[in-house]
């Protein structure tokens, strides 16, 4: 396949494109820089712009751009790059994909669990109706902002939990424990949905490739992990004490709503989709998944 990806500088799009690579795709990146290799097209999506003829020439599009959510705290200027970061991109390469006279055969679509909102006792799965709060606003806009490539192609959004790799939201996790002050997060029983890079990067692959799933797919692993489970299988994989508590009060008045949203949204996220449509997942075991994350890094 030819593949365009779009925010392949992060942790996931850059560990995304080399695979594809090894497995023999062709990709090309849209980046907002002057380009440096040959496989690089410029774009400029506060101008409006996107290569057209790089949309044309694609048999699948990847969009993995937006504004990290774990940059603190989420001042009101960050609240808007946050949703502007996803919205306003995502139409543009809607509005590009609807117009194109050879548009992709797929476009998969970065999307997250936050969605859901915060749900004490529910299993969650992809027709699970949305939750409340500040992400669960900015994914429902960021999804909605595919609809005008609906009809024209097989469109994926990627419901992404807690991704286990050695940046991202792991990171000050691991940066802490390594520190000696490991903590439980809250009360420590809200449900994390989580997924290894790896696993991560093979069902992006495998969506591409599906002849079937179009729509919301949770991308998380099968396993019901707790925040505790989590901090802790970092300090086992560590060998780091687990001995404080950030209470819930603590977390709300430092981070406000961050907290309340990243921190302590119990949410049971179940990829019942992906695992229908054949995906077997490499990283069932947490801790096993926190030691590839770390070996990584």
Do not use: K
């Amino acid at each position: 396949m030819q593949i365009l990806v779009a925010g392949a500088s992060g942790m996931i799009g850059a560990r995304l494109v080399a695979r594809l690579r090894a497995e023999g795709h062709g990709v090309r990146t849209l980046v907002r820089r002057e380009p440096r290799t040959a496989d690089e097209r410029r774009w400029d999506p506060d101008a409006g712009h996107v290569p057209d003829d790089e949309i044309a020439a694609c048999d699948a599009l990847v969009n993995l751009g937006g504004a990290p959510l774990a940059q603190l705290p989420w001042t009101d200027a960050r609240r808007t790059a946050i949703l502007e970061s996803r919205v306003l991109t995502t139409t543009l390469l809607a509005d590009a994909v609807a117009e194109s006279p050879s548009p992709p055969t797929v476009w998969l679509n970065a999307s997250a669990v936050g969605i859901y909102g915060d749900r004490p006792g529910e299993r969650l799965v992809e027709d699970s109706p949305r939750g409340a709060g500040f992400l669960a606003d900015v994914v429902d806009a960021w999804e909605a902002a595919t609809a005008g490539a609906a009809g024209v192609t097989r469109v994926v959004l990627a419901r992404t939990g807690l991704v286990l790799g050695p940046g991202g939201a792991l990171a000050p996790l691991r940066l802490a424990t390594r520190l000696g002050v490991g903590a439980r997060i809250g009360g420590g029983q809200q449900r994390w949905p989580w997924i290894s890079l790896d696993d991560e990067v093979g069902a992006m692959i495998h969506l591409l490739t599906s002849s079937t799933l179009a729509g919301p797919v949770n991308l998380v692993a099968p396993a019901t992990s707790t925040s505790e489970d989590v901090t802790r299988a970092v300090a086992r994989v560590l060998r780091r004490p687990h001995l404080l508590v950030l209470p819930r009060p603590v977390l709300r008045l430092a981070l406000r709503d961050a907290a309340d949203d990243l921190l302590l949204a119990d949410q049971d996220v179940a990829p019942d989709r992906l695992l229908a449509d054949g995906f077997v997942p490499t990283h069932r075991d947490l801790d096993r998944a926190v030691t590839a994350a770390f070996a990584r890094g």
